[in-house]
């Protein structure tokens, strides 16, 4: 992504280095009428009975699925994922706004709370505007996370998407508002980020969140402390995979592989560190990279691929540099590992052993292609290695016994812990992170009462 004049943004397809599309920077006079019809928005929806969003929401849900070749093709094109995963990730925004139109009025439903007074009760209130700053990974996925919770809470959004997906964002604007909800209730802003600080001071913005790195956590959080606001946040991640002596070898390398390797290695909560007991790493990786060898990359257009490009040059060259940094401080190639010389942001499925904390892979978040293996000698040093990083978003590990699985969970310093099984997000469950990789929750119960105004009532 880059701008002309630093005032319009080109998209840029990852497979083939085309500019798709333009996008003329707003001026500041447009982002202040954006504020306008999103506060404007916002004292309608909040009036509104839930029945009323819930009707708007199972809309979107039904507009998604009408356009889901469509806005597959989009994500393809914008941020080059495979057209299978694009066409799951609009089906999994569609359930998301089903689940949240059905269950909204038990999550935001008074809940009594006796006192001093026999009839005091708690009421989730809507907040008012809340200020999304969003991500180009999972570019219609990572915004409806946050709005179908938002808007069903009687908030309105204004989205701050990454400018490699503003097709992305303007394609969601239109289709919240062919859904029924007032103009403004996802209003999308064409921006860098220099306009950030400002949104965040104006009163009419109650909240941010933001999903992103912790570095960019860490700026938007003090901006949002500074003004007392309210602030979710969603960083970096990496990830765990601990494969304990017991553990279904097979199983758990084809889940790791595609733990690993979905979206190009482009999550916050993919598997990046491979922490295996020393008993089983052979066999296990073996059967590792034999799978990640038959992984197919190319054009995400092309159904049989299954390894589309990165996003961006700049990522791509950063991943590389990862790569390149732990080989010399003693890591060793078992897969990959050298980028092709054809145009496209492409990186190979790279397999790194003999990885140790101290190392790249190790303690910086792989945002790309690479799986770096460490063993351990006893589950005491699994654990100690996967609390190691300064990331606690998610982890797997994996036995032939769930319960000790569950116990061992226990002394996992992460927001979720999923036991032979991939970590993933689900719109029934709460989905977040501690330590560096940010606070508050998104998703379920938890995640629709972030933006709100938990309000004590008590009478006589």
């Not at 190979?348 to 910086?364: H, I, K, S």
Request: hydrophobic share 45%; with cysteine; aromatic share 8%.
């Amino acid at each position: 992504m880059s701008t002309i004049a630093e005032s319009v943004f080109q998209s840029v397809n990852p497979a083939t280095e085309e500019v798709v599309a333009e996008y003329p920077a707003m001026t500041d006079g447009e982002l202040a009428r954006a504020v306008d019809r999103a506060q404007a928005a916002f004292s309608i929806n909040s009036r509104q009975p839930i029945s009323w969003r819930a009707e708007r929401m199972l809309n979107l849900a039904q507009l998604l699925r009408q356009e889901q070749d469509t806005l597959a093709t989009l994500v393809s094109t914008e941020m080059g994922k495979p057209s299978l995963e694009a066409r799951a990730e609009v089906e999994k925004c569609a359930i998301s706004c089903q689940y949240f139109a059905h269950q909204a009025e038990a999550f935001l439903r008074d809940q009594p709370s006796p006192s001093d007074s026999p009839r005091s009760f708690v009421a989730f209130r809507p907040l008012g505007v809340v200020l999304a700053i969003m991500p180009w990974n999972y570019p219609l996925w990572q915004v409806l996370r946050f709005a179908a919770p938002a808007l069903m809470a009687g908030n309105a959004g204004l989205l701050k998407h990454s400018p490699t997906t503003f097709g992305s964002a303007q394609a969601l604007e239109r289709l919240v508002l062919e859904a029924g909800f007032p103009d403004g209730s996802l209003a999308a802003l064409v921006t860098g980020t220099e306009p950030v600080a400002g949104l965040i001071a104006d009163p009419r913005v109650r909240a941010v969140t933001l999903t992103g790195s912790d570095l960019a956590g860490s700026r938007v959080a003090a901006l949002a402390g500074q003004e007392l606001k309210k602030a979710v946040l969603e960083l970096g991640g990496s990830d765990f995979f601990l494969v304990l002596e017991d553990a279904d070898l097979q199983q758990a390398a084809e889940v790791g592989v595609r733990a690993r390797f979905q979206n190009a290695g482009q999550s916050c909560i993919a598997a990046k560190r491979f922490l295996v007991a020393e008993k089983v790493a052979n066999e296990y990786l073996e059967r590792f990279v034999d799978l990640s060898g038959r992984l197919v990359m190319g054009n995400p257009m092309d159904p049989a691929v299954t390894l589309g490009p990165l996003a961006r040059r700049d990522l791509r060259d950063r991943v590389q540099d990862q790569v390149r940094r732990s080989v010399a401080a003693g890591a060793q190639l078992a897969l990959g590992g050298t980028t092709p010389a054809a145009r496209g942001f492409f990186h190979p499925a790279t397999v790194l052993t003999g990885v140790a904390p101290g190392m790249a892979v190790f303690d910086e978040e792989t945002f790309g292609p690479v799986a770096a293996f460490t063993t351990f000698a006893s589950e005491e040093d699994g654990i100690r290695l996967a609390n190691h990083p300064r990331y606690g978003l998610g982890g797997n590990i994996w036995t032939a016994d769930p319960d000790h699985g569950v116990e061992l969970a226990a002394r996992l310093d992460t927001g979720g812990v999923f036991v032979n099984g991939m970590t993933h997000s689900d719109a029934r469950i709460p989905f977040g992170g501690v330590k560096r990789s940010g606070f508050g929750r998104e998703l379920a119960s938890f995640g629709i009462r972030e933006f709100t105004n938990i309000q004590t009532v008590w009478r006589p």
